[in-house]
């Protein structure tokens, strides 16, 4: 099996480079066979790449620990279904990971623009093909999947051998949220290189119109969903597991991934803005390029990178190669961007500050902010650590301080930008369209304050919420009200509404998954409450208006932990109203806890339970806490998938008949 | 109108943080473990962390409450013993000044930067351009037609 696996990355390796090489000769020397052979070459990628992957997923299936990669991350009482995570858990295989879905969304990216990008992508393929065979490379190099298991041999020696068992997962990883949650942010980040290689190739090609427009714009949506849902499940992984009873840390590793989608979130907006008018040509590209390199820093700081952080894979020399390759990809971006930059000029300038073409610059403007705040919050101890004795630390206090005020402004512009025409609004059009939210909005924070909230910043934040969504409710109204006085049902009426311009109303969907998120984030961040209780079997303590009763508890031994199940009974006031199941357990092997926190959720309030200790006397230490409204945070994912399917949606294309026809058919007035 | 929404929300803003009752010696203290670092779980706040010294941490807070303390004299006794890289948020001198001024100042010079650039655009679509003139007075016609007084009045 290692023979065949490291066969297939030295093959990937040597196709790729072979496709990148042969797509550019094939353009510049005009040898078509060669262009083709070349593409045919990039489609080979994936099959191969795949091949590399199912050798190391059959080598765990088969508990193969002559493989060091499987001796090191599986063991033979690991559950079956946990393969498939412990295939990405450390550096080699999660490298084969990318790799694999880099191959695959290359090879499908180049299908499907072979016909209306074909002048430029040429270029496109040998771009994807160069940061794929950089991937082949480091594993061929540096990280191989594949290299044998050693054991102290006789005189310090290293030779090689194979293990009885291997050392097992990390129990951190064995959750259901670990199927989805790297995969999915793993495949978004490597996806950014598909709209950036639309893009640079195009321009490489001199074809500085919006021939790649519409690629960019799909696949930049793609991978930018890929990459939130990824960052979401995340986020359920950590309050799930992670035993805080929080679920984003504003850890580096976070904010590497964050600063991508941050970024590609304005593209996938200002591209509209080119789309539609024509505009924003250079600024799309420029977006598309911070997109790529921060992608690039995100693989950076994850793999060896000079951060401490509880994602990062083991520090290895990898750090320093990836940093290098995010260098040359910054030079390289920005060198095609000023190499074409002056072929660049937007066809119409923008005509009025009341506009949509200013709202959208508003909502890059803030995006870039967020994501400029949270890097130098992520370099500035960096720094300090090579100018001074390093005694910085930046978290999240920070990040919810600074960041804060711009989200909250990103959310207004979110309400406003939709009632923005394209070119100019008047006062009077805007004035119409606000009034009803806006006073709204306005009543809400009062009735917020009347009813006891005390907390300035979270009555704003609600507020702001409630006109977002009213905003959107509105314009669903009206032109659901003007559909169904046309004839048909209001449900009918409302889909046709959706359907007449996906793009849009996808958008709105996701705004309002958006909004949802945003309303979790506030409720936690400003109400929750927290205790630390050690109770004796049979006691109880209280958490907010709860009160908690350690019923009693249960011990599983197995060979790789010992578990301990806590059953609390919950009430409130003198009803109980339920019961938790908080776990705890320690797997000696790893010198490590891992826990499942016990949590009744409600659309009001989660309450939250982790054990932290077991004392030798019996009593059981727990960190219980109220979150209110975090089921929202997760009610949004399914919203934010199904907007995203609509927005990219294919519209059906506009069915044209010549005018003669409809004149004959009656179908125009006044002239038949 | 939109001075009149700001008013009103402003106002309601501030009865919202005027109302609000004095906190209790459990909310100062949680206020306090999210502004302070756990020394042996790197950019994990103490109200995130579960390992044995944040708890004792959390212990020693509430105690030192109780006992009076105020909350600066407790985040300094921290500082004393596990240096500046104990608080959560850097401090606004010294080095870790430029922390906090780089957002503002980068965030102030890029919004001047977009104001100017649109601004700019602005004029241009604004001004008329030499093919506009000869049709000036048609569009004119039409502007006077619809009542819509002057072309390229914002």
Same mark, same amino acid.
């Given at each position: 099996m290692a023979d065949l696996g490291f066969m297939a990355i030295v093959l990937g390796l040597g196709v790729a480079l072979y496709a990148a090489a042969g797509s550019i000769a094939g353009k510049v020397y005009g040898a078509a066979e060669l262009v083709v052979s070349a593409r045919r070459a990039a489609y080979l990628t994936a099959p191969i790449a795949l091949a590399g992957a199912g050798a190391l997923i059959a080598a765990f299936a088969t508990h193969d620990f002559s493989i060091d990669y499987v001796f090191a991350h599986s063991n033979r009482v690991m559950d079956r279904e946990f393969i498939w995570?412990?295939? +990405?858990?450390?550096? %080699?295989?999660?490298?084969?990971?990318?790799?694999?879905? $880099?191959?695959?969304?290359?090879?499908?990216?180049?299908?499907?623009?072979?016909? !209306?990008?074909?002048?430029?992508?040429?270029? &496109?393929?040998?771009?994807?093909?160069?940061?794929?065979?950089?991937?082949?490379?480091?594993?061929?190099?540096?990280?191989?999947? #594949?290299? =044998?298991? &050693?054991?102290?041999?006789?005189?310090?020696?290293?030779?090689?051998?194979?293990?009885?068992?291997?050392?097992?997962?990390?129990?951190l990883l064995t959750h259901p949220g670990m199927w989805v949650h790297p995969p999915l942010l793993m495949?978004?980040?490597?996806?950014?290189?598909?709209?950036?290689?639309?893009?640079?190739?195009?321009l490489a090609a001199g074809r500085t119109r919006d021939e790649w427009a519409d690629a960019a714009r799909v696949s930049g949506i793609v991978s930018w969903a890929i990459l939130g849902t990824g960052i979401l499940i995340g986020a359920w992984w950590a309050?799930?597991?992670?035993?805080?009873? %929080? +679920?984003?840390?504003?850890?580096?590793?976070?904010?590497?991934?964050?600063?991508?989608?941050?970024?590609?979130?304005?593209?996938?907006?200002?591209?509209?803005?080119?789309?539609? !008018?024509?505009?924003?040509r250079m600024w799309n590209i420029v977006l598309l390029n911070i997109?790529?390199?921060?992608?690039?820093? %995100?693989?950076?700081?994850?793999?060896?990178?000079?951060?401490?952080?509880?994602?990062?894979?083991?520090?290895?020399?990898?750090g320093q190669v990836f940093l290098g390759f995010m260098l040359l990809s910054l030079v390289f971006a920005f060198g095609v961007f000023f190499w074409r930059y002056r072929w660049l000029k937007s066809d119409r300038p923008v005509e009025s500050f009341l506009s949509r073409e200013v709202a959208f610059l508003l909502n890059n403007f803030l995006l870039l902010g967020i994501t400029f705040v949270t890097l130098w919050g992520v370099v500035f101890p960096l720094i300090t650590e090579f100018a001074s004795d390093g005694?910085?630390?930046?978290?999240?206090?920070?990040?919810? !301080?600074?960041?804060?005020?711009?989200?909250?402004?990103?959310?207004a512009i979110m309400g406003i930008g939709p009632v923005m025409a394209w070119r100019r609004s008047s006062m009077r059009s805007l004035g119409r369209w606000l009034l009803l939210p806006? %006073?709204?909005?306005? $009543?809400a924070a009062a009735a917020m304050v009347v009813a006891g909230m005390r907390e300035p910043l979270a009555v704003v934040a609600f507020s702001v919420l409630a006109f977002v969504v009213l905003v959107i409710l509105e314009e669903w109204f009206r032109s659901t009200r003007a559909r169904a006085r046309a004839g048909g049902n209001w449900a009918a009426a409302w889909l046709g509404v959706i359907a007449g311009n996906r793009p849009r109303h996808g958008g709105y969907i996701v705004h309002l998954a958006i909004v949802t998120v945003a309303f979790g984030v506030v409720g936690t961040q400003f109400f929750d409450q927290r205790a630390d209780l050690v109770l004796k079997r049979g006691e109880s303590g209280a958490v907010g208006s709860y009160r908690l009763e350690y019923a009693n508890l249960k011990i599983e031994e197995r060979s790789d932990r010992t578990a301990q199940l806590a059953h609390l009974n919950v009430y409130r006031g003198n009803d109980r109203i339920g &019961?938790?199941?908080?776990? =705890?357990?320690?797997?000696?092997?790893?010198?490590?806890?891992?826990?499942?926190?016990?949590? !009744?959720?409600?659309?009001?309030?989660?309450?939250?339970?982790?054990?932290?200790?077991?004392?030798?006397?019996?009593?059981?230490?727990?960190?219980?806490?109220?979150?209110?409204?975090?089921?929202?945070?997760?009610?949004?994912?399914?919203? #934010?998938?199904?907007?995203?399917?609509?927005?990219l949606w294919p519209q059906p294309a506009l069915e044209v008949r010549p005018a003669k026809a409809q004149v004959a058919a009656g179908l125009v007035r006044g002239t038949a | 109108m939109g001075i009149l929404v700001a008013a009103l929300l402003g106002f309601i803003v501030l009865a919202a943080g005027c109302g609000r009752p004095a906190p209790t010696l459990e909310q100062r203290a949680q206020a306090l473990d999210r502004q302070l670092i756990c020394p042996v779980c790197p950019g994990e706040t103490l109200d995130q962390s579960g390992v044995q010294i944040a708890k004792d941490m959390r212990v020693l807070i509430r105690e030192r409450l109780a006992a009076g303390d105020t909350e600066e004299a407790i985040k300094a006794y921290f500082v004393d013993r596990y240096g500046t890289? *104990?608080?959560?948020? @850097? @401090?606004?001198?010294? *080095?870790?000044?430029?922390?906090?001024v780089i957002p503002p100042v980068v965030l102030a010079a890029g919004a001047a930067a977009l104001w100017a650039v649109v601004r700019e655009m602005r004029r241009r679509a604004v001004a008329p351009r030499a093919e506009d003139e000869s049709l000036g007075k048609y569009l004119g016609a039409v502007d006077d037609e619809l009542g819509t007084g002057k072309r390229g009045a914002p």
């Open positions: 995570v412990a295939f +990405y858990a450390g550096n %080699g295989g999660s490298l084969l990971y990318v790799t694999c879905v $880099l191959a695959i969304m290359s090879a499908a990216a180049i299908h499907l623009a072979r016909r !209306r990008l074909a002048d430029s992508l040429p270029y &496109t393929t040998a771009i994807l093909m160069a940061i794929l065979a950089f991937f082949f490379l480091v594993m061929v190099v540096w990280a191989n999947p #594949f290299s =044998h298991t &050693t054991c102290p041999g006789p005189g310090g020696s290293q030779v090689a051998c194979v293990p009885d068992d291997g050392r097992g997962i990390n129990p495949a978004g980040l490597a996806g950014i290189a598909v709209p950036f290689a639309y893009a640079a190739g195009a309050y799930t597991i992670l035993g805080w009873g %929080g +679920y984003w840390g504003w850890d580096p590793i976070e904010n590497v991934a964050l600063m991508p989608w941050l970024t590609m979130t304005a593209f996938i907006h200002s591209i509209m803005v080119q789309k539609r !008018r024509g505009m924003f997109a790529f390199v921060l992608a690039q820093f %995100g693989m950076f700081i994850n793999r060896g990178g000079p951060v401490v952080s509880v994602h990062s894979f083991a520090g290895s020399a990898l005694t910085v630390t930046v978290a999240t206090p920070y990040f919810n !301080r600074v960041n804060g005020p711009l989200f909250l402004g990103l959310l806006v %006073g709204l909005a306005v $009543l &019961t938790l199941r908080a776990w =705890h357990a320690f797997y000696p092997d790893f010198r490590q806890a891992s826990v499942r926190a016990g949590i !009744r959720s409600t659309p009001v309030e989660d309450l939250y339970v982790v054990p932290t200790d077991f004392l030798e006397d019996g009593r059981l230490v727990l960190r219980a806490s109220v979150n209110p409204l975090a089921m929202w945070l997760w009610i949004a994912g399914p919203v #934010f998938v199904i907007g995203t399917a609509v927005a | 890289r *104990i608080l959560a948020e @850097p @401090p606004a001198s010294g *080095i870790s000044l430029a922390v906090w």
